[in-house]
């Protein structure tokens, strides 16, 4: 269980939130889909994210958009945040990427990613 926040990113694999939680400095709930979301799960995350600030982090390929077109109709108020198309993949973008990104969302992020080359 773990200790709620005010902010939840939502993620497809366990790999993207190892990633994300590296740059991270800020308490943030982070959620995996593994790549798809059945109904009764979805239900139950609309009903548990209910007034927080949530985002959503894709792939940048066919099933990170079915996933976050999927997300957009359930959650309309949600920030979708994008890595650039040529990283593909949140898991393996540049840690100094994905700072700058969730810099931008207002996320606080460790120092260090912050001002590589």
């Known amino acids: 269980m773990s200790i709620q926040t005010d902010i939840v990113i939502i993620v497809e694999g366990l790999s993207d939130k190892k990633r994300l939680t590296q740059v991270i400095k800020d308490p943030v709930d982070i959620i995996c889909t593994n790549g798809t979301i059945g109904l009764s799960k979805l239900d139950e995350l609309i009903e548990e994210l209910e007034g927080r600030d949530i985002f959503i982090l894709a792939d940048s390929d066919p ?3 079915r996933l976050r077109k999927q997300l957009k109709r359930e959650f309309p108020m949600a920030r979708h945040l994008y890595i650039d198309r040529k990283f593909r993949e949140v898991a393996t973008a540049p840690l100094e990427h994905l700072a700058q990104i969730l810099l931008r969302a207002r996320i606080d992020v460790h120092a260090q990613y ?3 080359g």
């Open 63 to 65: 099933s990170g958009d």
């Open 114 to 116: 912050l001002y590589k």
